[in-house]
């Protein structure tokens, strides 16, 4: 069997056939059945339902701007967790295999590896080349293929011609950056380039100031206080944000039985309740239903899990929370003075020389971001799953688009898209409240065109952590409701497109619906 080219850093795994690899000129060709853009759990979800439909000779070709699978976990602070128990991220109906009890917060090394795993059970299936330290450049329709050019970091070309493309790139969160601040008196950080637990900032007991109450921030704060109690850890908190009481979505034990929220159940409800106009009322029952904060006061909505015991832990560890928005911090004239930090309010706070200062503010910054097709071409060929053309969660859009395409229906079902960055950038609020509405929308259409088995077998399903007989019922009122509800999420997703001014409709006619 030929090797290919040195310049194509491909790996191959599965059942050996010949890998259809030519040179022309000074680009490499790679012919594949499947290329997935994206080795996050978004292409993995992807690539994994897609190798359930292909024979074990016929290939998936993985293509990763990184050297290893797993997405923005690659690059994120080591110190972060998944909010969630463990077994629901994963890819299909992957198992994890480490033996940790079910609610346990798996650290970042067991997601990647995990997320590796999930990559060499579906390369059991299926030949799977991995093509990682490559960008996407462009991809375009050639007839009855999809030609990828993608490019490694030598600049070296690769095209990958393949019958179909998934690019799963989902929202493509960068690493936050230290922020840059006139001050020289202060020590500017990033969850990314200082670890909250060792290093530098375990040295010496300076005050901590971290900037942003989102689920870095948290995450940075809690560290924080965990590893080195005692230390003066401060907050600027903006206008604070409320996460999901993990306790009341997954309780332990034989209180499953009868106790605790189901997840499903609650984005269903924010979705009925949201007409277009009203998020921030959604937002005021589900901070009261199902909410917590760990700051005075908590506008921005955030649907990730925390628990009682961490926003105690949190609270009583603050030795102050301002909430506001940090602008800059600048040095005093004189050489004794405290470092005055700028808030946007015009306020400011003096702080003490030698402070750290840790930006959290958020990973989800669409500044300058291009508009991205729809997430479904025309010939049904290429599926996109990104920010603008939004289906829902990324991870579900992978498995159940694949699903779709597969099946020769991802351009019959009636499917929804909106424009996600345009959206976040206009109102956070009105696009997280658009997002459970658009997701609720979706799957109930996919629900209407899909085996039984592709729900049964999803292994994303937060419910999963319910005896099957509660599972059960959701499972009815789901089938029931979605129906009946339909028109109604349509009207609410077509009322927050035309409010916005931004590109919404059916995904199969969305450049005839599209706005703005």
């Not at 990763?64 to 797993?70: E, K």
């Not at 301002?322 to 306020?347: F, N």
């Not at 969660?393 to 079902?413: C, E, N, P, Q, R």
Request: aromatic share 8%; with cysteine; hydrophobic share 40%.
């Amino acid at each position: 069997m030929p090797s290919a080219p040195s310049r194509h850093t491909g790996r191959t795994l599965g059942t050996e056939r010949r890998l259809s690899v030519s040179a022309t000129g000074d680009e490499s060709v790679i012919r594949a059945d499947v290329c997935v853009v994206g080795a996050g759990i978004a292409g993995l979800n992807a690539l994994y339902v897609a190798s359930r439909y292909l024979r074990r000779d016929q290939r998936i070709v993985l293509v990763d701007r990184n050297d290893r699978v797993g997405g923005m976990w690659v690059d994120t602070y080591d110190y972060v967790r998944l909010h969630q128990p463990h077994a629901f991220f994963t890819a299909g109906d992957v198992k994890w295999t480490f033996g940790k009890p079910p609610g346990h917060l798996s650290t970042k090394t067991e997601v990647l590896d995990h997320l590796r795993h999930c990559l060499d059970e579906a390369a059991k299936a299926v030949q799977v080349t991995e093509l990682f330290g490559h960008e996407l450049e462009r991809a375009e329709e050639d007839g009855d293929v999809v030609v990828a050019t993608c490019r490694g970091r030598d600049g070296s070309p690769v095209r990958v011609v393949a019958d179909k493309l998934i690019n799963a790139v989902g929202l493509s969160i960068e690493a936050n950056p230290s922020l840059a601040l006139s001050s020289k008196r202060v020590r500017s950080v990033s969850p990314e380039n200082c670890d909250m637990r060792d290093g530098p900032i375990a040295a010496d007991d300076a005050p901590v100031w971290v900037i942003g109450s989102g689920k870095t921030g948290m995450d940075t704060v809690h560290a924080l206080i965990t590893n080195h109690p005692g230390r003066d850890v401060n907050l600027i908190a903006g206008t604070g944000t409320f996460f999901v009481n993990r306790d009341r979505f997954y309780p332990t034990g034989a209180s499953r039985w009868w106790r605790g929220t189901r997840p499903n159940w609650f984005v269903a409800e924010m979705a009925n309740r949201f007409d277009g106009t009203n998020e921030a009322e959604v937002a005021t029952w589900a901070r009261e239903t199902a909410g917590l904060w760990a700051t005075p006061r908590a506008d921005h909505l955030f649907i990730g899990l925390i628990s009682e015991a961490e926003i105690e832990r949190i609270r009583a560890g603050l030795r102050r929370v301002v909430m506001d928005h940090l602008v800059d911090a600048v040095d005093p004239d004189s050489t004794d003075g405290p470092v005055r930090v700028i808030l946007r309010s015009g306020d400011h706070v003096d702080i003490e020389p030698g402070s750290w200062i840790v930006n959290c503010t958020s990973h989800f910054d669409f500044t300058g971001r291009p508009t991205e097709p729809p997430y479904v071409s025309p010939s049904g060929r290429s599926v996109r799953i990104g920010a603008t053309g939004m289906f829902g969660f990324s991870s579900f859009a992978g498995y159940f688009l694949t699903h779709l395409l597969f099946l020769d229906k991802i351009t019959t079902v009636p499917l929804y898209t909106l424009d996600g960055i345009a959206l976040f950038q206009r109102s956070p609020l009105a696009g997280v409240t658009a997002a459970m509405t658009l997701a609720q929308y979706n799957l109930g259409q996919v629900a209407d065109h899909v085996p039984a088995k592709v729900f049964q077998q999803c292994g994303l399903d937060f419910d999963r952590w319910y005896p099957l007989p509660r599972r059960f019922a959701g499972q009815v009122q789901f089938l029931v409701a979605h129906k009946r509800r339909r028109a109604q999420y349509r009207r609410a997703l077509d009322v927050v497109g035309e409010r916005f001014g931004i590109a919404h409709g059916p995904v199969v006619d969305a450049e005839a619906s599209a706005v703005g």
